[in-house]
């Protein structure tokens, strides 16, 4: 079980087509911007409909173009962080994070609320807004907001590239634990290399639109089958 | 005086509260959504801010005239017609201050941060409930100005409120008509009062409105 992306879209002259699958693990999209791991997210979200494929989350095909699935974006149940965070300014900290627990009995909203408040260290700013927060703080409560909700899936478009290093590599161990505690896939955007590989599971590298290669981190920087992976992850030969 | 003063407050107000409930979802549209018939819809929404304030009276005299388009089967069926009440003079200045609601609230929906929206999607809500929830109170500061203009433009409303609701003494007669009759008949010390306090309130409803969208 896991997901399972077979997808093919066209948008404005560019055409994103690409298949790969993982299991309830951290899955890193990278390469270069502008190569689709964007849109890959939000078609695998529900925010946009692809061309024709499939997306299969924990067995549920969440988009079949051969039989006409297509659940809608508020019921696929996944957790997703933008790069901007996506807090809701006019909301508190605590009312953000409520947001994602609809449905949820108002008992169990507030002892999660409790909980997961706790456990992502905001103890003490419940009643403060995202622009009282620092930048760590909003990355906690986004991802405490999209994960409330028990998502299927983690969807995250590189929501640490604002951190300064140290924080970041907080962060990755934050995201590592969290991983542990929720068992689900995880889908991390990003185009910064020590990060896909401190992280990964797996790790899809993008061409412009395509999966160039896919696999552990260790195989893929060591053996690069194309010279275009080569030159994107060159980085780690060089060290 | 002081029924004019009350009159217009009254008016305007109601004006006002339909300017809103009518305004925010045809702003909403306008902002978010994509039709063939939307340019179509905004330059007729937009009419009632470039023609002359009696040209729409006018129209909405053919529409809702005791013999008119609408107005004759209420008419028919209540014997009752807008025409030389209040509720037409609320009408009025309804439709030519509409526009600047609908104007400056689709200019602030239109400016909501996208992801925001489509974050409140990933959650679970649907777009109704997005609106609710998201869209339209990340706007409030657009929507209370555009309330704010249009409550001023309501209160200076002349032509249109005198060709639906004429202009009758004691009844219909809001400030800017009592005005134009004051100085009609020559009574300038009354109009020059009236001018006076027609003038304060609108100061104050400016600062009011550049304070709203400033904050």
Redesign the interface.
């Known amino acids: 079980m896991g997901l399972v992306v077979n997808m093919k879209k066209t948008l404005q002259g560019f055409t994103l087509d690409v298949q790969w699958e993982v299991e309830k693990e951290i899955v890193v999209l990278f390469g270069s911007s502008g190569a689709g791991k964007s849109l890959t997210l939000q078609l695998i979200?529900?925010?946009d409909v692809p061309d024709k494929g499939k997306i299969v989350c924990n067995g549920i095909t969440l988009f079949d173009s051969s039989t006409n699935v297509n659940v809608p974006?508020?019921?696929?149940?996944?957790?997703?962080v933008?790069?901007?965070l996506?807090l809701?300014?006019?909301m508190t900290v605590w009312n953000n994070i409520a947001?994602?627990g609809?449905?949820l009995a108002k008992n169990d909203l507030h002892k999660k609320l409790i909980r997961l408040i706790e456990e992502f260290q905001m103890k003490g700013y419940e009643n403060k807004y995202p622009n009282e927060l620092s930048g760590g703080q909003k990355q906690r409560v986004a991802l405490a907001?999209?994960l409330i909700?028990e998502p299927s899936v983690l969807l995250l478009d590189e929501p640490f590239s604002a951190l300064d290093n140290l924080l970041r590599v907080q962060m990755r161990g934050f995201l590592k634990e969290i991983h542990k505690e929720f068992k689900i896939p995880v889908v991390l955007v990003t185009h910064d290399l020590a990060e896909a590989c401190n992280v990964a599971d797996k790790i899809v590298v993008y061409g412009i639109g395509n999966v160039l290669q896919s696999g552990k981190p260790v195989d893929v920087c060591k053996y690069p089958l194309t010279p275009e992976v080569a030159a994107l992850v060159n980085v780690i030969e060089e060290k | 005086m002081a029924f004019s003063m009350l009159l217009s407050l009254k008016v305007s107000a109601v004006a006002t509260i339909f300017v809103l409930i009518f305004g925010i979802p045809v702003a909403y549209v306008l902002a978010m959504k994509r039709f063939k018939a939307r340019e179509l819809i905004d330059v007729f929404l937009m009419l009632p801010l470039v023609l002359p304030p009696t040209v729409t009276g006018y129209y909405l005299v053919i529409l809702l005239g005791r013999h008119g388009i609408i107005g004759r089967y209420i008419y028919e069926w209540t014997g009752f017609s807008i025409m030389f009440t209040w509720h037409a003079a609320t009408v009025a200045s309804f439709v030519v201050s509409v526009p600047l609601m609908i104007r400056t609230a689709r200019a602030a929906i239109e400016s909501v941060?996208k992801?925001?929206i489509?974050?409140?999607?990933?959650?679970?809500?649907?777009e109704v409930m997005t609106a609710l929830?998201?869209t339209i109170?990340?706007a409030r500061r657009g929507i209370i100005a555009g309330a704010v203009l249009s409550f001023a433009r309501a209160i200076g409303e002349f032509g249109a409120t005198l060709m639906l609701a004429g202009n009758v003494p004691g009844k219909t007669d809001t400030m800017p008509l009592a005005i134009y009759s004051f100085a009609a008949a020559g009574q300038w010390s009354e109009a020059n009062n009236m001018v006076i306090i027609l003038t304060v309130m609108s100061l104050a409803i400016i600062y009011v409105a550049n304070r709203l969208s400033r904050q």
Do not use: E, I
């Not at chain 1, 974006?73 to 997703?80: A, E, I, L, T």
């Not at chain 2, 489509?118 to 649907?126: D, F, P, R």
């Open positions: 979200a529900g925010l974006v508020q019921r696929r149940k996944s957790g997703y933008f790069q901007n996506a809701f300014p006019h947001y994602g609809k449905g907001r999209a909700g | 941060d992801s925001l489509m974050a409140s999607y990933t959650l679970g809500y649907g929830k998201v109170p990340l």
